[in-house]
């Protein structure tokens, strides 16, 4: 049973890492030219997951693999909303 709840805990929090990363993105970094980069889902997916391995090593229920896929999952969410964005410009003649 506590499996079973580790593991829904991980997918909701990767779940919302992924929703947040992509309305940020969207929504308030859509004029910044740094956050359309090749390099911005990486670093942001990567710092996610730095950040996050101390403080899942403190919860006994989740582990090192949750704080790797919120990672992965917020580097996805930027490279989301960059499609977004690109797909939303006025086309130019």
């Known amino acids: 049973m506590l499996t079973l709840i580790a593991f829904a805990a991980s997918v909701a ?23 359309q980069t090749f390099w911005a889902p990486l670093i942001a997916g990567g710092a996610t997951a730095l950040v996050a391995l101390p403080i899942v090593g403190l919860i006994p229920l ?22 977004d964005i690109r797909r939303n410009l006025p086309s130019s003649f």
Request: no cysteine; charged share 15%; net charge positive.
């Open 62 to 83: 989740i582990g090192a693999g949750t704080a790797l896929s919120i990672g992965l999952s917020v580097g996805l969410g930027v490279a989301s909303a960059q499609r």
């Open 13 to 35: 929090l990767t779940w919302a890492a992924y929703a947040q990363a992509r309305k940020f993105v969207r929504d308030r970094l859509r004029f910044v030219p740094a956050a």
